[in-house]
């Protein structure tokens, strides 16, 4: 299984290219065996208690940008996944927390996340963007599964996954995050949405989300969607 799990990673997305995201290069690709042990236990687990057939599609992981926010120093990393029926969850590592946007469910998928040795099915919906409270650096993951009995072609589901890394504390300032959104810097839209956010996590469990709405969320969605079309 160990050698399946390693042929699994090698064949992601990411493996294929340098990766400046602050976690996937820990997922099992040589970085240290607690962590590699962590994420192979997942798999492995998820892998045995699946009782539908395993797509030979795997999800892809594509890192979109990632960027210094001069403003606060703080850095953005925004990646795409691609999420077919069936494949294999792309694990990495919930130490911390993100922003997701579902920009692609079809009507007859459902998105299940995949948090350390459980699963259980979110209420993400098209089009909606939400803030995922870290879950103390657990493997994490999402997985499309059927929510409808159907004989059409399924399509993939596709999410934005952002995360802001850096000195959270220093770089917190007020009238910066409360100016209003006039510009279209997707950099500092994310960090504005992130910091407000971090402010309520403590209403969520660990690895739980809760949805991202106003003017502000609805503009990051439009700048994001702009700079994956561009």
């Given at each position: ?62 890192l979109i940008r990632r960027e210094e926010d001069m403003n606060t120093g ?99 300032n007020y009238s910066y995050y409360e100016a209003s959104c006039v510009d ?6 994310l960090v504005r949405l992130y910091m407000k956010s971090t402010f309520k ?30």
């Amino acid at each position: 299984m160990a050698g399946e799990m390693n042929n699994f990673l090698e064949s992601m997305t990411f493996a294929q290219q340098d990766c400046d995201c602050d976690e996937c290069g820990i997922g099992g690709l040589g970085n240290g065996p607690p962590m590699k042990s962590a994420v192979e236990e997942a798999f492995d687990k998820y892998r045995s208690s699946t009782n539908y057939a395993v797509s030979s599609r795997h999800q892809e992981r594509k890192l979109i940008r990632r960027e210094e926010d001069m403003n606060t120093g703080l850095v953005v990393t925004l990646y795409s996944m691609s999420l077919p029926v069936g494949a294999l969850p792309l694990l990495e590592y919930g130490d911390s927390a993100r922003i997701v946007f579902v920009i692609g469910l079809p009507k007859t998928s459902a998105i299940m996340q995949v948090d350390g040795n459980s699963k259980r099915q979110t209420k993400w919906r098209h089009n909606g963007m939400y803030f995922l409270r870290n879950n103390g650096g657990n493997p994490i993951g999402w997985v499309n599964e059927r929510a409808i009995v159907t004989t059409a072609i399924d399509d993939d589901i596709r999410i934005l996954v952002a995360k802001v890394s850096g000195d959270l504390d220093n770089a917190t300032n007020y009238s910066y995050y409360e100016a209003s959104c006039v510009d279209d810097d997707w950099k500092r839209l994310l960090v504005r949405l992130y910091m407000k956010s971090t402010f309520k996590r403590n209403r969520i469990a660990p690895g739980h989300s809760f949805e991202l709405h106003g003017n502000e969320a609805e503009h990051t969605k439009v700048s994001l969607l702009q700079l994956i079309s561009s």
